[in-house]
Nanobody, 123 residues
Framework: QAQLVESGGGLVQAGDSLRLSCVVS????????IGWFRQAPGQEREFVAV????????YYADSVKGRFTISRDNGVKTVNLQMNSLKPEDTAVYYC????????????????WGQGTQVTVSS
């Protein structure tokens, strides 16, 4: 049974940066794909970014490409999401999730999820 714990959310102004972290325990992080998803009020959950188990394959949603950077440190069982140039439309609860499927961007293919961290960007 894996446990994922997100942290780093908060209230910021447009143009600011935040760094989200996801600590994974009870799971072979080094063998798993880790994805970040987000869900805004009244909207469906959407894919944000994904990184393969070795870190050699990374993919971003078009809406965050060039502004967000996903990275991982298997040694400390952490996956980070650096978010720069934040916009009000980035406001959402952000979730990290673990999957045994390489590079998946489909939420239903993820096995374990964190509890989420709120990101609010004011204009």
């Amino acid at each position: 049974q894996a446990q994922l714990v997100e942290s780093g959310g908060g209230l910021v102004q447009a143009g600011d940066s935040l760094r989200l972290s996801c600590v994974v325990s009870g799971w072979f992080l080094s063998r798993s794909t880790i994805g970040w998803f987000r869900q805004a009020p009244g909207q469906e959950r959407e894919f944000v970014a994904v990184i393969s188990s070795s870190g050699d394959s990374i993919y971003y949603a078009d809406s965050v490409k060039g502004r967000f950077t996903i990275s991982r440190d298997n040694g400390v069982k952490t996956v980070n999401l650096q978010m720069n140039s934040l916009k009000p439309e980035d406001t959402a609860v952000y979730y990290c999730a673990a999957s045994s499927r390489r590079g998946s961007i489909v939420g239903s293919e993820y096995d374990y999820w964190g509890q989420g961290t709120q990101v609010t960007v004011s204009s």
